[in-house]
């Protein structure tokens, strides 16, 4: 692990001072930030997967100073159990960055380092939980990209359960963090729309491009001065929904539902970890369908086929027709493929 012995900065020898003359400290540090441009920010930048290499690469590109990159240990993967790197180390590794890879956030070697770093901000897009003595260290804070408009799909699995539940919009927001999860005080928010026949992977895809820019914006604003934090209570929301981890028994499909909403779990959970569902005591997973809304006096859940071009499941207000799937045991392929084997 790497340490950092750094003469400290003005602008946190000014943030460490009792302000006086009736200055509130929110205000005292916006006037001590203007102080700095956006290059001259030093960055502590935390994540994990692909979605926040996205996030990171825009920062980089932006020309903003990263001082260090903090991401989860190596893990074993794969039939080897050779131990594998996170996407994000990856990236930063081939930039020359320094990386930090604690196996606990509270222990006293790493607390020590990341102090060192004499961070004005930190960055946090898809890593775990952080406890307040790392996300409240820096004078500007903590500051995450999340994957909807809050404070609409706080929780874990937000683009998931966006097209799980139908939604046409979701979007990304920039937010200071706080004690409880994805409830901080909101920056900046970016609109994207979700097509029908938009899938998780493809959704996010969308929101990691959106997110990348929207945070080096954030940021720019932040060193400004011009950005204006929101409440999250302030915002008036009629129906709050939340967005929890997803388990295997919420990838399980009920069949007494309306084929849309059947339709709509298979795309929140394609292509990872799927929709499945029992086809001759087998296990299948749907990656992709389509749906009909008509009339039949089919058992929901039973299926129909013509053994060469269609497999359809019935749902309580018409049929589901599966595009692409994946029985146990074999691969993934297309309907008329499977067909051929099937019996």
């Known amino acids: 692990m790497l340490g950092f012995r750094a003469k400290p900065h003005f602008i946190l020898f000014l943030s460490n001072q009792r302000i006086s003359l009736g200055h509130s400290k929110a205000n005292y540090l916006s006037f001590a930030l203007l102080m700095k441009s956006f290059e001259q920010l030093r960055i502590v930048f935390f994540g994990t997967p ?183 209570a302030n915002i008036a929301v009629e129906n709050l929904k939340h967005a929890p981890k997803i388990f295997k028994e919420t990838t399980l499909i009920n069949w007494d539902k309306p084929v849309a909403e059947i339709d709509n779990l298979v795309r929140g959970l394609s292509p990872y970890p799927a929709a499945y569902t029992l086809l001759k005591d087998k296990s299948i997973k749907i990656f992709s369908s389509d749906y009909r809304i008509e009339s039949h006096h089919s058992q929901p859940g039973s299926y129909d086929t013509d053994h060469a071009t269609y497999l359809r499941f019935a749902g309580i207000d018409g049929w589901l027709y599966i595009e692409e799937l994946q029985q146990e045991g ?14």
Do not use: C
């Not at 930063?92 to 604690?102: C, E, F, I, N, Y």
């Not at 074999?330 to 019996?343: A, H, I, N, Q, S």
């Open 50 to 232: 692909d979605f926040a290499v996205a996030s990171l690469n825009a920062l980089v590109e932006a020309g903003a100073k990263i001082v260090a990159v903090v991401t989860a240990p190596d893990k074993p993967s794969g039939r080897g159990m050779q131990l594998s790197e996170s996407a994000v180390k990856q990236y930063a590794l081939s930039k020359g960055m320094v990386v930090l890879q604690p196996e606990k956030m509270k222990s006293p070697a790493f607390l020590e380092v990341l102090k060192n770093l004499n961070a004005d901000l930190q960055v946090v897009v898809a890593f775990r939980m952080m406890p307040e003595v790392v996300w409240n260290m820096p004078p500007m804070g903590t500051i995450n990209v999340h994957g909807s408009l809050l404070p609409q799909y706080r929780g874990a699995a937000p683009i998931n359960w966006a097209i799980i539940n139908g939604e046409t919009e979701t979007g990304v927001t920039t937010f200071k963090l706080k004690h409880e999860i994805d409830t901080g005080d909101i920056l900046l928010q970016e609109k994207v729309k979700i097509k029908p026949g938009d899938n998780v992977g493809i959704l996010h895809d969308k929101l990691m491009a959106a997110g990348a820019a929207l945070l080096v914006t954030t940021i720019k604003g932040l060193a400004a001065g011009t950005l204006k934090e929101i409440p999250q």
């Open 330 to 343: 074999k691969k993934r392929m297309e309907v008329e493929d499977f067909l051929r084997g099937f019996r």
